[in-house]
């Protein structure tokens, strides 16, 4: 149990384009789902926390407007990159949590995102 | 700043026992000890977590000291897919704070 996909796992876009990032709890309910993001050689770093409903609450120095987060239902958040640039590439990680998972988060595989 | 501390790395036998040891001086009474790790290119994988006893599943077992201020990460018999960075960290919310990690080699 607990298993957690994301989509898609690597996307390659122009800069200036924006892209999205799919996130799912297969066989729970997400209560709160998290972005994280991954530089090479870098540990994971806390991006955004979002609950179900209501408006992501994003990290310092995370630019909300550029990274747009939707956590519309149980089961889904969506990551949004706006006007990407090259320098967003990155490692992309969502995990999520249920209320009955003592604050435990179950990670998706990630997203490779790299912008020419 | 870091409220865990690992070794960088270490080495192991397959087949051998690995034991990962974690400092975590500063713990609050309310903050659990949460084990991960992370296979190479994927996203982190949930070991197991503890809050004063000991605990064990089908993983690893996680060994906390009297006082709480070490644990140990135990897998029993270490195979080359357990080649990983292991993530100990100490937490009373959702809020993860992933360190650097210890990079543990399994070897033939």
């Known amino acids: 149990g607990a298993v957690v996909s994301q989509h898609p796992s690597w996307v390659i876009c122009k800069s200036g384009t924006s892209v999205k990032i799919e996130c799912r709890s297969l066989?729970?309910?997400?209560?709160?789902m998290f972005w994280y993001r991954q530089f090479p050689k870098q540990s994971l770093m806390l991006m955004a926390t979002s609950n179900e409903g209501s408006k992501a609450t994003y990290e310092q120095g995370v630019e909300k407007d550029k990274f747009l987060i939707n956590h519309a239902s149980l089961t889904l958040s969506t990551l949004t990159v706006t006007s990407a640039h090259p320098e967003d590439s990155s490692f992309y990680i969502c995990?999520?949590?249920?209320?009955?998972?003592?604050?435990?988060?179950?990670f998706g595989p990630g997203t490779r995102l790299t912008v020419l | 700043d870091a409220k865990t501390t690992q070794p960088p790395s270490m080495d192991c036998a397959e087949g051998r026992a690995a034991n990962l040891p974690c400092n975590h001086s500063t713990i609050s009474g309310n903050e659990y000890v949460y084990w991960y790790r992370q296979i190479h290119s994927q996203g982190p994988q949930y070991i197991i977590h503890g809050l004063k006893n000991n605990e064990t599943n089908e993983m690893a077992s996680l060994i906390i000291t009297e006082d709480r201020k070490s644990s140990t990460l135990i897998l029993p018999h270490a195979t080359l897919r357990d080649t990983a960075v292991y993530y100990c960290?100490?937490?009373?919310?959702?809020?993860?704070?992933f360190g650097a990690g210890t990079t543990v080699t399994v070897r033939a």
């Open positions: 066989d729970f309910q997400a209560t709160t």
């Open positions: 995990s999520a949590s249920g209320s009955d998972h003592m604050f435990v988060q179950y």
């Open positions: 960290i100490v937490s009373n919310d959702y809020k993860l704070s």
